[in-house]
C-alpha cells in the first residue's frame, strides 16, 4: 500500500489568486440570454445571406425571360410544310399560316397552327406541328385516304323572263278575280290550298322540262370531300350523287362526314356477313338514303336514318329463305321496318 505509486496530478498550484480562490459558475439565466442572443445572430446571418442567393437568382431568371421573350433571336421567320405528295398545295398552307411570322417561338402555343389548318384545309387527316429552335415552324401534313371515284350531276337554274303579254294574262286573271264573291274564293283556298308556284304556274301555264344534267368527275376522300388534282382510280367504287344545282370545287364537301362513315362501313359489313361487293353507290341527300349497286347488277336501297345493321340483317335472314337468289331483281328495298319489297327486272316498278 504504502509502496504503490501516487497519481500524478493535472496542475500544479501556483500563487495566483485563479487557484487559491473558488471558481464560481454563472447562473443559468445569464447563460440561456447569452445563447439565445448568439442563437438570434447566426440565424438572421443565415437567412439574410440565403435571401441575398435568392433575390439575386430570381432576379437573373427574370432578366433572362425577359431576353427571350423580348430577343429577336426566337422571332419565327420561316414556316415549312412537309407535303406527302406533290398534290398538295403547299404553298397555299405556307401563305394562310403566314400571319404567325414574327412571333416567339418559345411562348406562341402550336394548337393555334392546328385550328387554321383543320379549319382551312380539312382534308388533312393528321397534323403535326414541331419547333426548330430558334426560328422555324416544320407542319407535317398526312391526307385522308381517297376511297372512291365520284361523279356528280348538277343542272343550272335559269331565270325565267316575264313577257308583257304575261303580264297582260295576269291582269285578266285578276280582273275576272275580282268579281268573283269573297266567300268562295277564301272556301277554294281551304279545299285546295295552293302554293305561290301553283298560282304563277296556273297562270303562265309554266311547264317543267327536263334538263340534261352536267357531269363532273373526281376523287372522294374518306370524309367526302371532292379532289380534282389526281387522275380516276379504276380499281375504287363509284359514287354518284345528283340533283346538284351547282358545279362542286375542289376540297368541297360533297357528302357528310357522319354519311360517309355510314357508306363505308355498311360496305364493309355486306361483305363480311354476306359476301356481297358493292361496286357503286348513288347517294340522295335529301331522300337521306343510299342504293346500293352490287357486282350482279342488284339495288340495295338503305335509309340513312336507321341502322344499316338491322336492315343488312333482315336480308341476310331472309334472301335465301325466300329464294330470291333465284330471282331476276332489279332493286330491293330495305328501308320499311321488318319487311322487303323487291322488284323483278323489267316490270312496271323498274323504271
Known amino acids: ?7 500524478k496530478r493535472l496542475y500544479y498550484p501556483s500563487k495566483s489568486s485563479w487557484y487559491t480562490k473558488p471558481r464560481r459558475k454563472s447562473s443559468v439565466k445569464k447563460r440561456t440570454k447569452k445563447l439565445f442572443k448568439g442563437n ?7 437567412w439574410f445571406k440565403k435571401s441575398l442567393f435568392g433575390a439575386i437568382v430570381v432576379g437573373l431568371f427574370i432578366a433572362f425571360l425577359l431576353f427571350l421573350l423580348f430577343s429577336s433571336y426566337f422571332t419565327v421567320t420561316k414556316i415549312e410544310v412537309v407535303r406527302e405528295s406533290f398534290n398538295v398545295d403547299s404553298a397555299a398552307i405556307e401563305n394562310e399560316l403566314s400571319q404567325f411570322i414574327g412571333k416567339n417561338i418559345l411562348f406562341f402555343p402550336r394548337s393555334q397552327i392546328y385550328g387554321v389548318v383543320h379549319e382551312k384545309f380539312p382534308e388533312f387527316e393528321r397534323v403535326e406541328v414541331h ?6 415552324f416544320k407542319i407535317e401534313l398526312t391526307s385522308y385516304p381517297i376511297v372512291a371515284n365520284l361523279k356528280a350531276y348538277y343542272v343550272l337554274p335559269e331565270a325565267e323572263e316575264i313577257m308583257e303579254e304575261d303580264f297582260t294574262e295576269l291582269n285578266k286573271a285578276i280582273e275576272e278575280l275580282s268579281g268573283i264573291d269573297p266567300s268562295l274564293i277564301d272556301a277554294l283556298e281551304t279545299d285546295h290550298p295552293l302554293s305561290d308556284d301553283d298560282v304563277a304556274d296556273a297562270i303562265f301555264d309554266i311547264e317543267d322540262k327536263d334538263k340534261e344534267a352536267t357531269e363532273q368527275r373526281s376523287l372522294l376522300n374518306q370524309v367526302g370531300q371532292a379532289i380534282f388534282d389526281r387522275e380516276e382510280n379504276l380499281e375504287l367504287m363509284s359514287i354518284s350523287v345528283r340533283g346538284l344545282t351547282q358545279p362542286i370545287e375542289d376540297r368541297e364537301l360533297v357528302i357528310e362526314p357522319d354519311h360517309m362513315n355510314y357508306i363505308l362501313q355498311i360496305i364493309q359489313y355486306f361483305a363480311n356477313n354476306m359476301n356481297v361487293e358493292v361496286s357503286g353507290v348513288e347517294y340522295l341527300p335529301v331522300a337521306r338514303e343510299i342504293h346500293l349497286k352490287t357486282k350482279d347488277n342488284l339495288v340495295l336501297w338503305v335509309s340513312l336514318d336507321r341502322d344499316f345493321k338491322g336492315q343488312v340483317d333482315k336480308l341476310n335472314t331472309i334472301y ?6 333465284k330471282e331476276d331483281l332489279s332493286y330491293i328495298d330495305l328501308r320499311v321496318k321488318e319487311k322487303i319489297i323487291y322488284c323483278p327486272r323489267y316490270a312496271s316498278c323498274d323504271k
Open 1 to 7: 500500500m504504502f509502496l504503490r505509486k501516487k497519481p
Open 131 to 136: 419547333k426548330f429552335f430558334p426560328s422555324t
Open 320 to 325: 335465301e329463305a325466300a329464294e330470291l337468289n
Open 40 to 46: 438570434i445572430k447566426k440565424a438572421f446571418k443565415k
